[in-house]
């Protein structure tokens, strides 16, 4: 069976949402997490990067920031940034012009099979509806071989770490992006959909299923953010 949705609304409305956030969707990133979010997009890209592919999706890219960090780590390859937002497309085109941006629903993406050699989605896949179908969309586009990279907020393990990370992000970050944002329901979601999505080794199982081999998962910072890495097998 596939895994429960992150949120009970419809598709539509999550898109809605983020279409009226992408105005102040970086700053407010940026400042929420102090800035910290650009590293993790930057060790993204660098793992990718290190297959050397030629062809390589950023699926959920919003605004553009994995997009331009995989830009610079491989200035040889063919980058193409999807997301459901026409906003955030909007924006992401504007900060990166000379790359290719198109709006797509990740659990039908408009790819022939086999067509790119890595696929990157940053903070954006557990908004998928539906996960294992979402990853097996994933596989159709890869060539074998193709790398997988997902990087996604997570819940921390670590005890006194666990409860002041809790408290931030439930109680004072949908404050703050409320604030920052004037959205303060989209950051109310936030940390509902953190709290829903399946925990790393989970995960980790589900991309295995999906047809993926070399499954790793690194984390950071104390496990706010995971890394999950996987390479593209025969069907």
Not at 42 to 67: E, F, H, I, N, Y
Not at 102 to 113: E, G, I, V
Not at 183 to 209: G, K, N, T
């Amino acid at each position: 069976m596939a895994a429960p949705s992150p949120e009970t609304r419809r598709p539509a409305e999550v898109r809605g949402m983020f279409d009226q956030i992408a105005p102040t969707y970086d700053r407010a990133n940026h400042l929420l997490s102090l800035s910290i979010d650009r590293n993790w997009r930057w060790r993204t890209a660098r793992a990718v990067s290190r297959r050397q592919p030629q062809r390589v999706l950023d699926l959920c890219c919003g605004t553009g920031d994995l997009s331009l960090a995989l830009a610079r780590a491989l200035p040889q390859a063919t980058i193409v940034g999807a997301d459901f937002s026409h906003a955030m497309l909007q924006r992401a085109q504007a900060k990166a012009p000379r790359e290719a941006f198109a709006q797509a629903d990740a659990l039908r993406l408009p790819f022939a099979d086999a067509s790119f050699d890595a696929l990157t989605a940053a903070f954006g896949f557990r908004n998928l509806s539906d996960y294992a179908l979402g990853l097996r969309e994933f596989r159709r586009v890869l060539a074998v071989g193709g790398r997988l990279a997902i990087l996604e907020a997570a819940e921390p393990t670590l005890p006194l770490f666990a409860h002041a990370y809790r408290f931030y992000f439930h109680r004072v970050l949908p404050k703050l992006g409320g604030w920052i944002s004037g959205h303060r329901e989209a950051y109310d979601y936030l940390p509902r959909s953190v709290q829903r999505f399946p925990p790393p080794a989970e995960l980790s199982s589900m991309i295995a299923a999906a047809g993926f081999a070399e499954v790793t998962c690194r984390r950071f910072f104390g496990g706010v953010a995971t890394l999950h890495l996987a390479s593209a097998t025969l069907y």
